[in-house]
């Protein structure tokens, strides 16, 4: 069974990047036609579509956050990661990763996700 868990820094400080690493058990992050995002929601707020990585490596970013994100992939301990620099308080939230069959730009797309990560940016 597809299982993935987020793990990285709880307390980031503001202008720094941002890192969040995803590792999936139970299918691999290279099988074909598989998409593996990142999504957020701050707090009071829905959620938000960050970007993706696909199982042959291209990357996909919402236009809101393409100039200050990449996501990289590690495949020999099938992990996934999240880069966001310059972030400031407005970045606090839990970041999910999520994965799914389609390249979905939205977070209704993603079938299977992780429990959650919460990160707060503060000085």
């Known amino acids: 069974q597809l299982q993935l868990q987020e793990s990285g820094p709880g307390l980031v400080s503001p202008s720094q990047t941002l890192s969040l690493t995803c590792t999936v058990s139970?299918?691999?992050?290279?099988?074909?036609?598989?998409?593996w995002s990142w999504i957020r929601q701050p707090p009071g707020k829905g959620m938000e579509w960050i970007g993706y990585?696909?199982?042959?490596?291209?990357?996909h970013y919402s236009p809101s956050f393409e100039s200050r994100t990449s996501i990289s992939r590690d495949t020999t301990n099938n992990q996934f990661t999240l880069h966001l620099s310059s972030v400031t308080p407005e970045d606090t939230g839990v970041y999910y990763c999520?994965?799914?069959?389609?390249?979905?730009?939205?977070?209704?797309?993603?079938?299977?996700w992780g429990q959650g990560t919460q990160v707060t940016v503060s000085s």
């Open positions: 999520a994965g799914g069959p389609r390249p979905a730009l939205d977070p209704s797309g993603y079938k299977k």
């Open positions: 139970g299918g691999s992050i290279t099988t074909n036609y598989n998409y």
């Open positions: 990585i696909a199982y042959n490596g291209v990357t």
